[in-house]
């Protein structure tokens, strides 16, 4: 009797605790929906624009129903084609009369930073103030900030300008161990994606691209800071190379910053340039909310936008890759619109699958022979990603694009003596032909077998070469001076041939509209469809779950873990970016 009773009071607590989580749960979802379903935040006259520079920036941000109630958890993601539509919107709104940048830690690449950069020099054009302030500023950041009227610096804090590096983790000490064996196929002397599979260091061939290009970009970055600073090049460089630079007070000695100083002090500044006084509010708008006021008009005429950002993989993808078939779809859906005068394909991606990036270029090529497309590179646009530009009518690219990188690779690991050394695990089989089973990981690959695999690349590498010559009408051994798996920048590549123009996102905009002949009028219609941000919610726990849980388990070591794990995305022959690299 006891055990029937312990089981009914079990049973009953289970219900009431389930019937209370139950009503929590439709509360906080009721609240939430009700939050995200709220008008547009008003803006006030005499508004100041707030811009966070801390968080992560990418092409598109699916709108956080969360980031009200938990904002203090959630890492800020800064949505880049939304926040170059606000800055520009703000310059002409009578309602905001500055910007205020307040620093933090901001994870971008540096094409991102010129693109916020430069549409901050624009809205400085208006007459109206930019002030800056910060307590940790990164290089990135502080290249972004030295736009800036007024620049402070915490009296304890910090401001990097140390030059950049560039850094790239090689595997093969970690494979020999566990007596793993990379089987490599590649074309091009400069196409090192797999070195860090059979090398403990960067080739030669490797090292003189990735010195030419990361020079070019601090070149470009020095430039910029130069005109905004008033301090020659060459002091730049002398600050960076000695790192001078190591206290509030030495930014401030060599004109980097404008003052040492608390965020109060800058507040006091701005309400002086509002016109109000010391004891009255700012009136801040954040930019996260003031492209939720932007008007977004309306036009028969449409400019669409594919945004395609990650890897290149087959089929649908996710939210982090561009799968060739839900590219393929919308890429369609644009051509097929009748509203739809012209397409822009905004590029963001290190490459991928090769059969994945050739099925996008051929939907592309329908496309253009009936609307005119061009090409918009972010911060990288290579190998399959430069694949995905080049069938375009015009392509634009920042300065400092990571782009080129004609050329692919195979790789097919030999895990035979890891599983038997290590694990204790065999392998034994028969075959109907000679062939039967050449894409094995159970054991070495014989000199026939290796030789139909690199065939298979060489043949790629003939295909990506020949439609890049012809996507921009060069001789086919031009081509191929510039190809070779070498890495450029967007500047470097205009100077070859591989694009057509600098510029920005919305300068790829201006020219797509004109070459429709809709300039006049016009509105931008992005493809494909985000998920809804209930869909976009539930569909990413599991991995979001997943990394935390590694990253908790093994720390600094979970990135290396990854990359390893990423293996398994080198299905078929890859186009892609010649390295895992980290410039910071």
């Not at 508004?47 to 129903?65: F, N």
């Not at 500055?98 to 690449?109: C, R, S, T």
């Not at 990379?182 to 059979?198: D, H, L, M, N």
């Amino acid at each position: 009797m006891t055990f029937f009773k312990n089981v009914l009071s079990t049973l009953t607590a289970l219900f009431i605790y389930s019937f209370i989580g139950a009503i929590f749960f439709a509360v906080t979802v009721g609240g939430i929906i009700a939050l995200s379903e709220q008008d547009a935040p008003e803006v006030k006259n005499n508004s100041v624009l707030y811009i966070g520079l801390h968080g992560v920036v990418q092409e598109r941000v699916i709108e956080d129903p969360f980031e009200e109630i938990f904002s203090d958890d959630v890492e800020q993601r800064i949505p880049l084609l939304k926040t170059l539509e606000a800055i520009s919107n703000a310059k002409t709104d009578d309602r905001i009369k500055g910007i205020f940048l307040d620093n933090g830690i901001l994870a971008a690449g540096y094409s991102s930073l010129h693109e916020i950069r430069s549409a901050l020099e624009d809205f400085k054009e208006s007459g109206k103030f930019i002030y800056s302030y910060g307590e940790i500023m990164t290089e990135a950041n502080y290249y972004v900030a030295s736009v800036a009227d007024e620049i402070y610096l915490n009296p304890i804090g910090s401001l990097e300008f140390n030059g950049l590096s560039a850094n790239v983790v090689f595997l093969k000490g970690l494979f020999d161990k566990l007596d793993i064996e990379a089987q490599i196929f590649r074309v091009g002397t400069y196409k090192s994606a797999v070195e860090p599979f059979f090398r403990k260091d960067m080739s030669d061939a490797n090292r003189e691209q990735v010195t030419s290009f990361i020079n070019d970009i601090h070149g470009n970055v020095l430039k910029s800071i130069s005109t905004s600073r008033n301090i020659s090049i060459e002091e730049l460089k002398n600050i960076s190379s000695e790192m001078l630079v190591r206290e509030p007070e030495d930014a401030l000695s060599y004109g980097l910053i404008s003052k040492v100083g608390y965020k109060n002090e800058i507040k006091d500044q701005i309400k002086t340039a509002l016109g109000i006084k010391a004891d009255d509010k700012i009136e801040y708008v954040n930019i996260l909310n003031y492209i939720k006021t932007l008007d977004k008009g309306y036009s028969s005429d449409r400019v669409a936008v594919i945004v395609a950002s990650g890897e290149i993989v087959s089929g649908k993808g996710d939210s982090e890759s561009i799968g060739s078939a839900k590219f393929v779809k919308a890429i369609k859906a644009a051509r097929e619109s009748k509203r739809v005068k012209a397409v822009v394909i905004r590029i963001n991606s290190p490459g991928g699958s090769m059969l994945a990036s050739d099925v996008i270029w051929n939907e592309i090529m329908l496309t253009k022979a009936e609307k005119p497309v061009i090409a918009s590179m972010s911060d990288m646009a290579a190998s399959g990603g430069y694949y995905m530009a080049m069938p375009c009518d015009t392509i634009i690219a920042q300065p400092m694009t990571i782009t080129g990188s004609i050329g692919i690779f195979g790789l097919l690991p030999n895990l035979g003596k890891f599983m038997e050394n290590k694990l204790g695990i065999t392998f034994d089989g028969v075959n109907t032909g000679r062939f039967s089973n050449l894409y094995r990981v159970s054991s070495s690959l014989t000199d026939a077998e290796k030789q139909i695999i690199q065939n298979s690349v060489d043949r790629g590498y003939e295909t990506f070469t020949t439609k890049a010559s012809e996507g921009r009408n060069m001789n086919i051994e031009d081509l191929k001076a510039v190809a070779s798996g070498r890495v450029w920048t967007g500047a470097q590549a205009k100077e070859h041939g591989l694009v057509d123009k600098l510029g920005s996102y919305n300068d790829a905009l201006e020219i797509a509209a004109a070459a429709a002949g809709i300039e006049e009028d016009y509105m931008v219609t992005f493809y494909p469809t985000l998920k809804s941000k209930w869909e976009e919610f539930f569909s990413s726990i599991a991995g979001e779950t997943e990394t935390k849980i590694l990253n908790h388990q093994y720390g600094e070591m979970a990135k290396y873990i990854n990359m390893i794990k990423d293996m398994e995305k080198y299905q078929g022959i890859q186009a892609r970016l010649p390295f895992e690299l980290e410039i910071k």
